[in-house]
T-cell receptor
Framework: DQQVKQNSPSLSVQEGRISILNCDYT??????FLWYKKYPAEGPTFLIS?????DKNEDGRFTVFLNKSAKHLSLHIVPSQPGDSAVYFC???????????FGPGTRLSVLP | DSGVTQTPKHLITATGQRVTLRCSPR?????VYWYQQSLDQGLQFLIQ???????AKGNILERFSAQQFPDLHSELNLSSLELGDSALYFC????????????????FGQGTRLTVV
């Protein structure tokens, strides 16, 4: 049973436009959420996180939105750049010091 | 560079053999996590150690074991290897966690690509 879901395996966006990656979770105990970016043959790279006490966190071109009632979060990338093309993983943890549960990932392609 | 070092980067071995993967966490990080990624699948959590003690266990096979040493480096031991164990194995570390500090992100190493032939 997948606790963290990313229902879109892939997404294509034009350079300069907004990329929106979605993530849903089922475990109501999750209180910390993260997004990672992964290039082939490399380890995941941390992008941005959000605590359950917030509904938005912004870092440069990246913004994460959290809707606790819907158990949904999204990552917005504005403007999208070709270098953003990668697999994006959503992850969640329940309580401090707990392990991170990852979604299956969404492959983002930003077209020039 | 995440500060997490994994060795070796590549490993090719035969079925039935035993291998050890090594991870050095970022300086000062007490938590170490091991994940498996098979064939462009998601990251499957295997096991977590915190300051030398096992903290959480995920989908780790009985043929696999891990430990974290006093210097905080960790090793993942895979034995009686099967073809299906071929995968990328990632180690990650995160900072010292306490109830006041809350949770923090994990930083990943470059992974060890294991090929079982």
């Amino acid at each position: 049973d997948q606790q963290v879901k990313q229902n879109s395996p892939s997404l294509s966006v034009q350079e300069g436009r907004i990329s929106i990656l979605n993530c849903d979770y089922t475990n109501s105990m999750f209180d910390y959420f993260l997004w990672y970016k992964k290039y082939p043959a490399e380890g995941p790279t941390f992008l941005i996180s959000i605590s359950s006490i917030k509904d938005k966190n912004e870092d440069g071109r990246f913004t994460v939105f959290l809707n606790k009632s819907a158990k949904h979060l999204s990552l917005h990338i504005v403007p999208s750049q070709p270098g953003d093309s990668a697999v994006y993983f959503c992850a969640a943890s329940a309580g401090y010091g707990q392990n991170f549960v990852f979604g299956p990932g969404t492959r983002l392609s930003v077209l020039p | 560079d995440s500060g997490v070092t994994q060795t070796p980067k590549h490993l090719i071995t035969a079925t039935g053999q035993r291998v050890t993967l090594r991870c050095s966490p970022r300086s000062g990080d007490l938590s170490v996590y091991w994940y498996q990624q098979s064939l462009d699948q998601g990251l499957q959590f295997l096991i977590q150690y915190y300051n030398g003690e096992e903290r959480a266990k995920g989908n780790i096979l009985e043929r696999f074991s891990a430990q974290q040493f006093p210097d905080l480096h960790s090793e993942l031991n895979l034995s009686s290897l099967e073809l299906g164990d071929s995968a990328l194995y990632f180690c990650a570390s995160s900072a010292n966690l306490d109830e006041t500090g809350g949770n923090t992100e994990a930083f990943f190493g470059q992974g060890t690509r294991l090929t079982v032939v």
